[in-house]
């Protein structure tokens, strides 16, 4: 037992590992795993047989999206006009028209018996019905109204998250208790088996539609294979669907109109939702956000395919953390160098990574992957944690053995590595920029997790390599913010210089990278960037257990104030009159004289251009009659100045500062400042 006591990373490797095997039978941490399954479905949508994976054939989506409803002039979508595509889809030989489109309250029109109508007529149809749960316990079905129900048969279309954290949609769950109530079965797979012409069963973890048999996994759970789309689009409707619209009247087409519909609708399960914003109706999933009706046709379209996606067994899904418990073991015995170890067990991870994800790409077998690499990744710690254990013992030892010779500071040093960090630093003329992204919440919203991750690192790499290019300094990233340093650790007599051409060359990269962001579905970035050259403090900053390579004093926050400011004027990028100064041969557009908000002093801010004979003729004939009109204005020749500023707004309309000088001069027309205005504006806020 002592032996055992004083191995105690190996009891608690033994005790993680036969843990995660149940944990991972019960998903206890399912929105770890579904983060794994995120990652493992893009995979396969790169890799994978893009013809097999494709949505099946046999369903099409019909939706009323943003372009319908405009078209249509109304909202909601009347209960008459569901009824006339129904039957219209119905003539148009479509074998099962399912509704998704939620319809428990009575029509305030009186549209639900002309729609009950419709749907008897037609006698394929399958409306939406929702499932009660209490703590993923079945309570009751919620059926549409009494007329609708009597004319069509229902199913229930809300589906459970893994997750009690995140709604994070991958599986269709099949309740057994709900199977023998009306509308008991998912609208998914009563919209299957109408289509085959059978009545669900379940056997077990199977479900049975006729000669069809779909394996479930051990919670009676479908992997929703979600399909690739085409390069371009972003959602299944836009490539396996057609607007609602085609189908609201098709009383004046002539025969190849009408054989064109057919074609797409005939003999298939055609299924009518919404995805207009204004729905909501969108969750999260594996691939991101998809809407709803689309949910349903990729869990129709995995089902007819007999689950492409299928969990593996429970023994099965114990072999890996058992092997993973094995190999920890065995290293934590015989492998006593921690590099050599540490290498083994990130192998071992990314092994069992590299393996999962193809069983799961070119299979289709889920394998559970985040117990057994977290159960890995806890166990490694541990055992390194005993080892760090070991060291530090031995290094109190030598405490104990020099302590009394040389002073306790001194024997600490010596089990360091040997180089000296000083708190502190030197004070030197430097440049400091400050970049943020304009409209950063607006850009991500929409974007999952893996995607936004994507994206920052599309921005952030190609701007720190022009920084780098320009000898500049990563201070650090700050979100979707950059701060950025000239002048240390290598003294730069032209920081001032190098730190504008890189600021310029930042705004270039951004409009070198527009295409590419929107061919990739995001919206185009636009960067605010200040810049400010002064005397700053630079040196390893912070306390001694953390050290930082910065720079800090009056310049590096005015420096911070001149980035918040570009937004209001609309520019891309300013500088100060310092950063100015320092740069021969700069061109630039004064933008204004300040106060910013903390500083009494008031500095000139400038909108850098280009260097000589790189700025057009015409730019520096515009540049001279904007600092002419700049130079009327602070005389208080307000009459002069509104007629110059305004021509030059007529001349670049979109250009922000002249229409702030031109609601200025308003403003000062009707209050003038008085005699002792020194022209300087005050911003009140940080911005």
């Known amino acids: 037992m002592s032996g055992m006591t004083k191995r105690y990373d190996i009891l608690f490797t033994l005790i993680l590992f036969l843990v995660a095997i149940p944990a991972q039978h019960f998903e206890w941490f399912a929105l770890l795993e579904d983060q794994t399954l995120s990652f493992r479905h893009q995979l396969r949508l790169a890799y994978g047989d893009a013809k097999k994976l494709a949505v099946s054939p046999e369903v099409v989506v019909v939706n009323t999206d943003e372009a319908f409803f405009k078209a249509y002039k109304s909202f ?129 973890n199977t479900l049975i539609l006729g000669d069809l048999k779909v394996p479930l996994d051990h919670q009676n759970k479908l992997y929703i294979d979600f399909p690739p789309l085409p390069t371009g689009t972003r959602f299944l409707s836009q490539s396996a669907g057609l607007s609602a619209l085609e189908f609201l009247d098709i009383s004046q087409l002539d025969e190849r109109e009408l054989a064109e519909l057919e ?124 080892q760090y254990m070991i060291e530090r013992n031995q290094k109190q030892q030598i405490a104990k053995t020099f302590g009394q010779y040389i002073p306790p500071e001194l024997v600490a040093e010596m089990n360091k590595t040997g180089q000296q960090v000083t708190v502190g630093g030197e004070s030197r003329e430097m440049t400091v920029l400050f970049s943020d992204v304009r409209g950063f919440t607006t850009i991500s919203e929409g974007l999952a997790p893996q995607e936004l991750t994507v994206l920052m690192n599309a921005f952030l790499s190609p701007m720190t390599h022009v ?134 002093t008031p500095v000139r801010l400038y909108e850098p251009l280009g260097f000589e004979g790189e700025v057009d003729a015409e730019t520096v004939a515009a540049l001279s009659r904007h600092l002419a009109a700049l130079t009327m204005f602070r005389e208080q020749k307000w009459d002069a100045a509104r007629m110059a500023f305004q021509e030059l707004h007529n001349a670049d309309p979109e250009r922000v500062i002249y229409k702030t000088y031109l609601a200025r001069i308003e403003h000062f027309m009707e209050e003038p400042p008085g005699s002792d205005w020194d022209g300087v504006y005050t911003h009140k806020e940080k911005s």
């Open 263 to 386: 074609f797409w609708v005939k003999d298939k399960i055609v299924v009518l939702g919404d995805t207009s914003e204004v729905s909501h109706d969108w969750f999260d999933t594996p691939v991101g956000m998809v809407y709803g009706v689309e949910i349903i046709a990729d869990s129709i379209s995995s089902i007819l395919k007999g689950a492409p996606l299928r969990a593996a067994s429970p023994v099965m899904d114990a072999v890996p953390p058992l092997a993973l418990m094995l190999a920890m073991i065995l290293l934590s015995l015989y492998l006593t160098r921690p590099l050599l170890r540490g290498m083994f067990v990130v192998a071992l991870g990314l092994g069992f990574i590299l393996a999962g994800s193809a069983l799961y790409v070119n299979l289709g077998v889920v394998v559970s992957m985040s117990y057994a690499v977290l159960a890995l990744i806890l166990s490694y710690l541990l055992v390194e944690f005993r």
């Open 76 to 204: 909601p979508l009347r209960r008459t006009d569901i009824g006339a595509m129904v039957t219209n889809l119905k003539a148009l030989g479509a074998k099962v028209i399912a509704v998704d489109m939620l319809m428990d309250f009575p029509s305030s029109y009186n549209e639900d018996p002309a729609l009950a109508k419709a749907l008897a007529d037609a006698g394929n149809t399958l409306l939406v019905a929702q499932g009660e749960f209490r703590d993923g316990k079945f309570v009751k079905i919620n059926y549409p109204t009494t007329a609708l129900d009597a004319a069509s048969a229902s199913a229930y279309t809300n589906i459970q998250s893994n997750s009690k954290i995140v709604t994070t949609l991958s599986r269709l769950k099949v309740f057994p208790e709900m199977t023998g109530e009306k509308g008991g079965w998912p609208f998914a797979v009563k919209a299957a088996a109408m289509f085959l012409g059978v009545e669900p069963k379940l056997d077990g």
């Open 467 to 600: 920084i780098h290019d320009h000898r500049g300094t990563i201070d650090k990233y700050m979100g979707d913010a950059i701060m950025a340093f000239w002048g240390a650790p290598l003294h730069d007599a032209d920081h001032a210089r190098h730190a504008v051409q890189a600021a310029l060359g930042m705004v270039r990269k951004m409009d070198e990278l527009k295409d590419d962001f929107i061919a990739r579905g995001w919206k185009p970035i636009k960067v605010g960037i200040g810049l400010n050259t002064g005397i700053m403090n630079v040196g390893n900053m912070g306390s001694d257990f953390r050290m930082a390579y910065t720079v800090l004093g009056d310049a590096v926050n005015l420096g911070s104030r001149v980035e918040s400011l570009t937004k209001q004027y609309g520019v891309n990028m300013m500088v100060t009159e310092y950063t100015q100064a320092a740069v021969p041969g700069l061109i630039s557009r004064e933008i204004d004289l300040v106060r910013v908000k903390g500083k009494d």
